[in-house]
């Protein structure tokens, strides 16, 4: 093609792309949603995809169905995602296991590149509680009886940010012998040890803190700056005498790349309406999550900063998968 017919064909290009992409967020949606969850059912991922998934069933007039997908720490649900048509119909609802495994998972067959962020919407602090038969009276006792004796912890899977945060706060913090025992994701991981059969628990907080309100697991540390108002009465890391030590993970929804970007804009706002929400935000905050409402490039920041946050936090516990 003659050079001075480059460009007017390059720009009818973009205005034809612009106009399919205004066209498909007009009549999106025209059918029904899947949104994919990361882990199991009644785990952090899953408690805040279902309140979200609802409420933009209502707000969009087409079913969400939730569909959860546990397994290699959040990987088999995020290929399922990015496999998927990227025409918005299907959602990836996961944590911060997906910045995480971007490092630490070296064949998983998928990058963060293959996704688009489309909003993260509530953080919450890493938990560390165990069995109410535990001797350890608090954490002090706990990180004193492991230096004698290795124990085991369950998490809701390998590469999840509790898992992380663990090794980085039970190897070069506090220098005792863990075993970890993953799971598919928090609910199993907690039944666990509300049955006693790992020796401690470290996860997202929303997962266990009915359990420690009923008090079949008692929290002993929380691996935040401050305490959790959902459940005051536990200490953070630092008033345990293990200071500046902050580890957490958010809920946030992804969509394949190449997903029309007037899409990605609309679900966005929407689910930022919901979580605007005072219904949303008290039931976020009621089980210890901080709502968080960002705009989109706001979010594609977090996101991008987490990946090579938690990359350097896994280096330097020297943790990978193939």
């Known amino acids: 093609m003659p050079p001075f017919r480059i460009l007017p064909a390059l720009l009818a290009t973009l205005v034809l792309t612009a106009l399919t ?22 785990g952090v991922a899953d408690v805040v995809a279902r309140l979200v998934a609802l409420k933009l069933g209502e707000r969009l007039r087409q079913n969400v169905v939730v569909e959860n997908r546990g397994g290699a720490g ?24 997906l910045a995480i495994n971007e490092t630490v998972t070296k064949n998983k067959g998928f990058s963060v590149d293959d996704l688009s962020p489309v909003a ?7 938990v560390l509680a165990v069995h109410p038969s535990n001797l ?29 945060g663990a090794e980085y706060f039970f190897r070069e913090v506090t220098k005792v012998k863990s075993v970890h025992v993953p799971f598919t994701g928090g609910a199993p991981a907690t039944q666990a040890a509300v049955g006693n059969h ?73 689910i930022n309406e919901i979580i605007k929400t005072a219904d ?13 409402i960002e705009s989109h490039a706001e979010t594609v920041a977090r996101f991008r900063g987490d990946v090579a946050r938690w990359g350097k936090m896994a280096a330097s516990v020297g943790f990978s998968t193939q």
């Open 21 to 42: 992409q205004a066209g498909a967020a007009q009549t999106y949606p025209s059918q029904n949603i899947t949104m994919v969850v990361s882990f199991a059912a009644g």
């Open 74 to 97: 959040g990987n088999l649900a995020a290929k399922a995602v990015v496999l998927s048509q990227p025409d918005g119909y299907t959602i990836l609802a996961t944590t911060t296991a």
């Open 120 to 126: 993260i919407v509530a953080s919450s602090p890493d």
């Open 136 to 164: 350890a009276k608090d954490l002090r006792e706990f990180i004193a009886n492991g230096r004698e004796k290795s124990f085991t912890y369950g998490s809701a899977g390998i590469g999840t940010a509790p898992h992380i």
């Open 198 to 270: 790992v020796d401690a628990l470290v996860l997202t907080l929303p997962t266990v803190t009915p359990q420690i309100h009923q008090g079949t697991l008692r929290g002993i540390g929380l691996a935040s700056l401050k305490r959790n108002p959902a459940v005051p009465n536990v200490p953070t890391y630092g008033e345990m005498g293990f200071p500046d030590v902050e580890s957490g993970s958010w809920v946030g929804f992804f969509v394949p790349d190449k997903t029309p970007a007037a899409i990605v804009t609309k679900l966005h706002a929407e």
């Open 280 to 292: 949303a935000q008290d039931k976020l905050k009621v089980v210890g999550f901080d709502p968080i």
